[in-house]
């Protein structure tokens, strides 16, 4: 059972890339929250049909819910939330990419907040796998002119790194808060910690946006809910996303998870390359060739 994390890690990579093509035909038809909302508000009663599933189906237990658990659950919810909210702010800014290459800082930070929080060390090797990973996704996303010191340390001043970083920081906090909060239920099953922490956090999730679209932007409610045809695919896509992540980081460390997750990328250039025959330079190619060889090194730590 200790490989099992890989296939699902991968599937909740293919699932998260349906999930965001699916937001983006969302976004001409509501605002930015409205369209993050589709995908907690649509995936509650398919997280609710799981948890029913693994105890009335296979005869699971409901897990505990104590108050260390709703705490935790709280506070993945809300820094996923924030964490959301962070990296679009920083694709206003005139510095993007150098926002979104810091905001794949997460599997560091993830990394440090795991051993902080939760006291799990990563080995040598998952160190050199970690870095080698974010330094590929790096190259990937920053121009020629932002790869020096003195590029990165002119692009740290801006709005847009700080964003990017925290960012990362937030998403960061946010998987460690999901895994602590499953380990938290202390369940004998992996799968029915994770359905049940899902639950939680989808249904927590859907209060907090649905009271802030309510609150600020007026008629987005009903926009979301005029929108349920392909609102639902992002719900559906996006809760067996969450599914698979909360599963994965329930068996496995969150910074292995996560930076095999990002083999994300890894498909967005092959389908780049391979269907849309659109071309990449060479600090492109070196970028996704460090980055499959930091996965290959957390497969083989």
Same mark, same amino acid.
Not at 100 to 110: N, Y
């Given at each position: 059972?200790?490989?099992?994390?890989i296939p699902?890690?991968?599937?909740?990579?293919?699932?998260?890339?349906v999930?965001?093509a699916?937001?983006?035909?969302?976004?001409g038809?509501l605002?930015?929250?409205?369209a993050?909302?589709?995908?907690f508000?649509y995936?509650v009663?398919?997280?609710?049909?799981?948890?029913?599933?693994?105890?009335r189906?296979l005869g699971?237990e409901?897990?505990?819910?104590?108050?260390?658990f709703?705490?935790?659950v709280?506070l993945?919810?809300t820094s996923?939330?924030?964490?959301?909210a962070?990296?679009?702010?920083?694709f206003k800014?005139r510095n993007f990419a150098?926002g979104?290459?810091?905001?794949?800082?997460?599997?560091?930070?993830?990394a440090?907040?795991?051993?902080?929080?939760l006291?799990?060390g990563?080995?040598?090797?998952?160190?050199?796998?970690? =870095?080698?990973?974010?330094?590929g996704?790096?190259?990937?996303? +920053?121009?020629?002119?932002? /790869?020096g010191v003195?590029g @990165? #340390?002119l692009?740290l001043?801006g709005?847009?790194?700080?964003?990017g970083?925290?960012?990362g920081?937030l998403?960061a906090i946010?998987?460690v808060?999901?895994r602590a909060a499953a380990l938290?239920t202390g369940?004998?099953?992996f799968?029915?910690a994770?359905?049940w922490?899902l639950?939680?956090?989808?249904?927590?999730?859907?209060?907090?946006l649905?009271?802030?679209?309510?609150?600020?932007?007026d008629?987005?409610?009903?926009?979301v809910?005029?929108?349920?045809r392909?609102?639902?695919?992002v719900g559906i896509?996006?809760?067996l996303?969450?599914?698979?992540w909360f599963t994965a980081?329930?068996?496995q460390q969150?910074?292995?998870?996560r930076?095999?997750g990002?083999?994300?990328?890894v498909f967005?250039?092959?389908?780049s390359t391979? =269907?849309f025959?659109e071309?990449h330079?060479a600090?492109e190619t +070196?970028?996704i060739?460090l /980055?499959?060889?930091g996965? @290959? #090194?957390?497969?083989?730590?």
């Open positions: 059972m200790d490989w099992l994390w699902i890690t991968i599937a909740a990579a293919l699932f998260q890339n999930r965001t699916l937001q983006k035909h969302l976004s038809r605002s930015t929250y409205g993050t909302f589709t995908r508000v995936g009663p398919l997280a609710l049909l799981y948890v029913l599933f693994l105890h189906g699971m409901l897990p505990r819910t104590d108050l260390p709703l705490l935790w709280l993945g919810g996923q939330i924030l964490a959301t962070a990296l679009l702010a920083s800014q150098v979104t290459a810091l905001s794949k800082s997460e599997v560091v930070q993830a440090l907040f795991a051993l902080l929080f006291g799990e990563v080995t040598a090797l998952g160190v050199a796998a970690i =870095v080698l990973a974010t330094f996704v790096m190259l990937m996303v +920053l121009d020629k002119g932002q /790869l003195r @990165l #340390l692009g001043k709005r847009a790194a700080l964003l970083l925290a960012s920081g998403f946010s998987s808060s999901f938290q369940h004998d099953s799968l029915m994770a359905g922490t639950l939680a956090s989808v249904l927590l999730q859907t209060l907090l649905g009271v802030w679209l309510s609150w600020r932007e008629g987005e409610l009903t926009r809910f005029a929108s349920w392909l609102a639902g695919l896509t996006g809760v996303g969450s599914a698979c980081m329930t068996i969150v910074a292995y998870v930076t095999l990002m083999i994300e990328l967005t250039f092959l389908v391979l =269907v025959r071309r330079s600090r +070196l970028g060739l /980055l499959v060889g996965i @290959l #090194l957390v497969l083989n730590r």
